[in-house]
């Protein structure tokens, strides 16, 4: 039986399906009192149709694909556009386990979010037909994909796409990925928000997130010295998340896959830091764009 296995495309992959676009949550601008922000924001929301494929035989397969496309045609919505039909490539499922190297390429419009997210959404489909074909014999119950690529957060500045994706192709349990980015809306490029360079100066605040997850996870104290043995980190430091953290209301916020920096059971390990105590590590754009 053929594993599920997400973290051999980390970096690489995510770079290249990030190149297309970036962005941030954050909070709104100060000046001016909070109705005439909303009116801001009203006035420039950045406009997406639901898109929607979904496929389900009985209890035995079900393929879903929910995709916030941009609606209209201006250079961010079709900035947007390649950026979420560069996460239907990654999210492909046999690419997903390097089987079968590259995704097929979809050639219509991209102005027709319907027929690319119906494209990818039965590729997928196929592709769990002829798994559960496979292993049925093994008295599988069932296989699933849930992918979902959805707008999350808007200023008037910033808008966040998250993509979160959920796979059930047998064995003990499914694997789950959640990806936030930040796209601004002034460039349509990615916001590099931490200094990479600052992983050393970052260690205090990365143990006290992850402790703090822990210890919520677990409802009990976790202390420092426990992490060495419940995390898969070398010589005690705590790498930067392959996930770039993103802005949002209240801090940056990190995310790190399963099996990122420890077991199954400890799940995507998640927290987000007060601005006032990564400001010296952001980067002097995230910088400028968070604290305003």
Same mark, same amino acid.
């Given at each position: 039986?053929?594993?599920?296995?997400?973290?051999?495309?980390?970096?690489?992959?995510?770079?290249?399906?990030?190149?297309?676009?970036?962005?941030?949550?954050?909070?709104?601008?100060?000046?001016?009192?909070?109705?005439?922000?909303?009116?801001?924001?009203?006035?420039?929301?950045?406009?997406?149709?639901?898109?929607?494929?979904?496929?389900?035989?009985?209890?035995?397969?079900?393929?879903?694909?929910?995709?916030?496309?941009?609606?209209?045609?201006?250079?961010?919505?079709?900035?947007?556009?390649?950026?979420?039909?560069?996460?239907?490539?990654?999210?492909?499922?046999?690419?997903?386990?390097?089987?079968?190297?590259?995704?097929?390429?979809?050639?219509?419009?991209?102005?027709?979010?319907?027929? =690319?997210?119906?494209?990818? %959404?039965?590729?997928?489909?196929?592709?769990?037909?002829?798994?559960? &074909?496979?292993? /049925? $014999? !093994?008295?599988?119950?069932?296989?699933?994909?849930?992918?979902?690529?959805?707008?999350?957060?808007?200023?008037?500045?910033?808008?966040?796409?998250?993509?979160?994706?959920?796979?059930? =192709?047998?064995?003990?349990? %499914?694997?789950?990925?959640?990806?936030?980015?930040?796209?601004?809306? &002034?460039?349509? /490029? $990615? !916001?590099?928000?931490?200094?990479?360079?600052?992983?050393?100066?970052?260690?205090?605040?990365?143990?006290?997130?992850?402790?703090?997850?822990?210890?919520?996870?677990?409802?009990?104290?976790?202390?420092?010295?426990?992490?060495?043995?419940?995390?898969?980190?070398?010589?005690?430091i705590i790498p930067l998340?392959?996930?770039?953290?993103?802005?949002?209301?209240?801090?940056?916020?990190?995310?790190?896959?399963?099996?990122?920096?420890?077991?199954?059971?400890?799940?995507?390990?998640?927290?987000?830091?007060?601005?006032a105590d990564v400001k010296s590590c952001l980067?002097?754009?995230?910088?400028?764009?968070?604290?305003?």
């Amino acid at each position: 039986m053929k594993r599920f296995r997400y973290l051999r495309f980390t970096l690489a992959a995510a770079g290249m399906a990030l190149m297309a676009l970036g962005g941030c949550t954050s909070r709104a601008a100060k000046s001016g009192s909070a109705a005439e922000q909303d009116s801001v924001l009203q006035q420039t929301a950045f406009a997406t149709d639901s898109i929607a494929f979904c496929e389900q035989t009985d209890s035995t397969l079900k393929c879903s694909v929910v995709v916030d496309y941009p609606s209209g045609d201006d250079s961010l919505s079709v900035g947007v556009r390649r950026y979420v039909a560069g996460e239907l490539v990654r999210m492909y499922l046999p690419a997903m386990q390097e089987e079968n190297g590259e995704a097929p390429v979809y050639k219509g419009s991209m102005a027709d979010g319907k027929a =690319l997210v119906d494209f990818y %959404g039965n590729m997928n489909n196929v592709y769990l037909k002829a798994q559960y &074909a496979e292993l /049925k $014999v !093994l008295g599988i119950a069932g296989l699933s994909y849930d992918l979902s690529i959805r707008k999350t957060y808007e200023t008037d500045r910033y808008l966040t796409y998250e993509t979160s994706c959920y796979v059930f =192709l047998g064995g003990a349990h %499914g694997s789950a990925v959640c990806y936030p980015v930040n796209i601004v809306k &002034a460039t349509g /490029k $990615v !916001l590099a928000t931490i200094d990479t360079l600052k992983q050393k100066a970052l260690q205090p605040i990365l143990r006290r997130g992850v402790k703090e997850y822990i210890s919520k996870a677990e409802k009990r104290k976790i202390k420092d010295s426990d992490l060495q043995n419940m995390l898969f980190v070398e010589h005690g430091i705590i790498p930067l998340p392959a996930t770039v953290p993103v802005l949002t209301p209240e801090g940056l916020r990190f995310v790190y896959q399963q099996y990122e920096i420890g077991p199954y059971a400890l799940g995507m390990v998640e927290f987000t830091v007060p601005y006032a105590d990564v400001k010296s590590c952001l980067t002097q754009e995230a910088a400028e764009l968070a604290l305003e």
